[in-house]
Structure formats: structure tokens, C-alpha cells
């Protein structure tokens, strides 16, 4: 008889529990504490990005399967992977819509406190993959003007693509970039001195891509000096060890959290689960919607009488997703000392509340609303009926 699969799993992936219970014995283990030693007995090994995963950890185990619930891949050694006939999946594209929308709450409340108006806008979108392409829709539908920078699809003509120094010069710059070191395109550190002088002074600044895409020190010495605008930041070098002074001189800080949508995570879990069922040639039987809860946002009523505008936007979105609060959270460990911070920023990414996409909600318009049915459906609501 075939022994049964051990399983360890990183504590932070969601119904876990739910999906992998019964293929196996399962053990969740802190994601930062995952070593090779404990790994001594382990078939799979399921994490997120916090987990890096190469030879060290592995060699010499019996893992066979690493499935990462997070969608970019610069913590795994894919090399190394497949080297050793290890088969492995991550969760690219599952909580894309999650910093789309968490990059167009970031745009709505800059636009609240600074008295920017977006619609007119250039927004330039440096990388244009699963999440940059949702960036573009909602961008567009709060009347932006979106500029494309992504040399591997502008070589096989899938955009319109523009040089960095055009898409650094527009009025706003949001990263969607993956992580890398090597190849034709590296991106390590492709925000530094030489390329942040291309911004204008008043440019909006976003990055939810990775930390390490931007030099911590040019990005500082360029927000210290004025010579670039409005700043948010939901990646940071050397997590969870980051610079604190960089988090106190941007506009918005936030915990690595972008992506953090409960719909999002449970989609990684998700394409994890059904790679490992294909990997052991067995039906998937789990789904997210078993387990995911209903939205705590169900129906958002607009006042008949609200004029449409950039605010009225903005308060429904916040009804859904208060970016503030997780401004909020992050600056609260400020008055921790330097020793306590890293732990407690993991803390917030771990006990991260619930937070449910725009989709998960309905919106009840009035008639004759159609530019705001408009507008909303471009962000990604999907449930939109008239008052009875």
C-alpha cells in the first residue's frame, strides 16, 4: 500500500486546510521558519513569497512538488526545480485584479487629499502583464491616459509600447513589474537615480510590484529633494526588515498587502491545489466558493441626489476597500522599536482583516446614471441594478 503524502504548507495561505486536508498529512509551519531540516519527510511544500526556495532548502529531501500561493516567482529557483524533476506551480495572474484595485483606491485617496483631479491624467504602466492590463481598464475608465512600457510584449507586438524615459515623464507611475536579476530585460533596481530624474516633480509615484525594482536610497533622496511627487509604496527592500525612513517620507505606506484580497489569495490557493491534483493525476473535488465567505459589503445604495463626480468614486470604493486603514496599521509601528518592527510587519500581512473585491458588491443606481454604470463597470463591478 502506498504510503500517504506529507504535506507542510506556510501558515499564511489561506483555506489550506480546506483544500489539501485530504490529500494528505498536513502540517502548517511559519513561512519564515520553513528550513531544510524540517523537510526531512516532505513530499510537498506549499508557500508564499516570503519562503525562498532553492537547493539549500531542498537537497536532500523528498520533496516533489512546490506550489507557491503567490504570483510572482523571484523566491523560487526554478532552475534548480527543474533540474531535479521537481514539479512546481505558482499562482501568476490570481490576485491581479486585487492591486489593480488596490492601486485605483491609492489614485482615489491622493485624489481626495491633494486635490488632484485624475480624469486627463497620463498614467505610465511599467509592465503590462496580468496586473498592468488591469490597471489600464480601470485607469481609463476614470478618464486616464494610459502610456505601456513592457519590452518583452512590445518584441512580440502585443502593445503600444513606450521607452521608459516617455512612461517615467507621464503624470502618474505605477510598477507592475516582476522580479529580475538576469536576462535581456533585467528589472533590479530599474527605478534608480539615473531613471527617477525622468519623473516630473509632481508625478505620482506607485509601486506594488516588488521592493527591490526600486533603489531605496535614490527613491528617498528623490521624495527628500522634491524632485518627485505624491509617493506610495506597498513593496520594500528586505522585507521585513525595510527602511522606515522611506515609509515615513512617502505619502501612503502599506505592509505588502496589495494583493491581499480574500478572493485573490483564495485563487492562488486555488491554482496550487488543482497543479498539485494534476501533478498526482487525481480530480480537483475543492472550490473557493465552498469556503469563501459572503462579501461584508453586499449592497452600496447611491443617493439619488449625489452629483456624479471623482468623490462620489471614491466613497463608494471606500466603502469596499479603506486604503487609509491600512496606511493606518502600518504607521502604528512606528511607535515599536526597530527590533519589534519586522515581526509585527509580517504580523499585519498575516492577521490581514477581510477584504473582498469590488465584484462581491452591488450597487444600486438611480436612473439615468449611465456615465456612472459606465465608470463603475471599467473598475470591475460587475453587479450594478436600479432602485426599486
Known amino acids: 500500500m502506498k504510503k500517504p503524502l506529507n504535506i507542510i504548507a506556510g501558515e499564511n495561505i489561506p483555506y489550506v486546510h480546506e483544500a489539501f486536508q485530504d490529500l494528505g498529512n498536513l502540517r502548517i509551519v511559519p513561512g519564515r521558519s520553513t528550513t531544510s531540516a524540517n523537510l526531512k519527510d516532505t513530499n510537498i511544500l506549499l508557500i508564499r513569497s516570503i519562503t525562498q526556495v532553492n537547493e539549500a532548502l531542498l537537497k536532500d529531501t523528498p520533496v516533489e512538488f512546490v506550489g507557491s500561493a503567490s504570483a510572482g516567482t523571484d523566491h523560487m529557483d526554478t532552475d534548480y526545480l527543474q533540474s531535479g524533476n521537481i514539479g512546481f506551480a505558482s499562482a501568476t495572474g490570481s490576485n ?5 484595485e488596490y492601486v485605483i483606491a491609492a489614485l482615489l485617496f491622493l485624489g481626495k487629499q491633494q486635490d488632484i483631479s485624475l480624469e486627463g491624467k497620463t498614467i505610465g504602466i511599467v509592465g503590462v502583464g496580468n496586473i498592468g492590463r488591469l490597471v489600464k481598464r480601470k485607469a481609463e475608465a476614470l478618464g486616464m491616459h494610459p502610456i505601456l512600457n513592457d519590452p518583452p510584449l512590445a518584441k512580440i507586438g502585443k502593445i503600444e509600447h513606450h521607452s521608459l524615459e ?4 507621464c503624470d502618474v507611475v505605477t510598477l507592475h513589474t516582476p522580479l529580475t536579476t538576469d536576462g535581456p530585460y533585467p528589472t533590479f533596481h530599474l527605478l534608480n537615480e539615473q531613471t527617477l530624474s525622468h519623473m516630473k516633480p509632481s508625478a505620482i509615484f506607485i509601486n506594488a ?6 533603489d531605496t536610497s535614490a527613491l528617498l533622496d528623490a521624495i527628500t529633494h522634491q524632485r518627485i511627487g505624491p509617493t506610495i509604496i506597498d513593496v520594500w527592500e528586505q522585507e521585513p526588515e525595510i527602511n522606515w525612513e522611506l515609509f515615513q517620507a512617502a505619502t501612503l505606506g502599506t505592509p505588502h498587502i ?3 484580497s480574500l478572493d485573490g489569495k483564495a485563487n492562488g490557493t486555488f491554482m496550487i491545489y488543482t497543479a498539485l491534483c494534476k501533478h498526482l493525476d487525481i480530480q480537483p473535488t475543492w472550490q473557493p ?17 449625489a452629483p456624479y463626480d471623482q468623490e462620489l468614486i471614491r466613497a463608494i470604493i471606500t ?3 479603506d486604503i487609509q486603514a491600512d496606511y493606518g496599521r502600518m504607521q502604528a509601528l512606528l511607535t515599536a522599536s526597530s527590533e519589534e518592527r519586522p515581526p509585527l510587519f509580517d504580523a499585519l500581512r498575516k492577521n490581514y482583516p477581510v477584504r473582498r473585491e469590488f465584484h462581491q458588491s452591488t450597487v444600486i443606481l438611480s436612473e439615468g446614471t449611465n456615465k456612472l454604470r459606465q465608470i463603475l463597470d471599467g473598475l470591475g ?3 450594478m441594478r436600479e432602485e426599486i
Not at 96 to 100: D, G, H, I
Not at 166 to 169: C, P, V
Not at 289 to 305: C, G
Open 96 to 100: 491581479a485584479n486585487s492591486v489593480a
Open 209 to 214: 510590484a516588488r521592493g527591490e525594482v526600486v
Open 289 to 305: 466558493i465552498q469556503s469563501l465567505p459572503p462579501s461584508t459589503v453586499p449592497l452600496i445604495e447611491i443617493d439619488a441626489q
Open 381 to 383: 463591478f460587475q453587479n
Open 319 to 321: 466603502n469596499i476597500y
Open 166 to 169: 516617455e512612461t517615467l515623464r
Open 258 to 260: 496589495a494583493g491581499h
